[in-house]
Nanobody, 116 residues
Framework: QVQLVESGGGLVQPGGSLRLSCVAS????????MGWFRQVPGKQREMVAR???????MYDDSVRGRFTISRDITENTVYLEMNDLRPEDTAVYYC??????????WGQGIQVTVSL
């Protein structure tokens, strides 16, 4: 079983920055993908960014150039550096991890609010 714990959310003004962190614990596979999704009320959860353990990254078009995903493999941690935040980035952000042996795991979610 895998546990994911997120931190770093909060309230920020438009144009500001935040960094989200997610630490994985439990029985972990060395080959995996970790990433971030977000969800607003009434809409489906959408992928923001993800990164494989081999270093391959993928971003949603809406955040490419503003957000950067990175990982510390030794610490089983994934980060999301969010710059030039916009009101439309407001959402609950969820950490996600998936591998063949672990299956799919989600964090509890963390609120990010971009507002004056």
């Amino acid at each position: 079983q895998v546990q994911l714990v997120e931190s770093g959310g909060g309230l920020v003004q438009p144009g500001g920055s935040l960094r989200l962190s997610c630490v994985a614990s439990g029985t972990l596979s060395s080959s995996n993908t970790m990433g971030w999704f977000r969800q607003v009320p009434g809409k489906q959860r959408e992928m923001v960014a993800r990164m494989t353990s081999a270093g391959s990254r993928m971003y949603d078009d809406s955040v490419r150039g503003r957000f950067t995903i990175s990982r510390d493999i030794t610490e089983n941690t994934v980060y999301l550096e969010m710059n030039d935040l916009r009101p439309e980035d407001t959402a609950v952000y969820y950490c996600h991890r998936i591998s063949l042996s672990e299956g799919s795991s989600w964090g509890q979610g963390i609120q990010v609010t971009v507002s004056l």
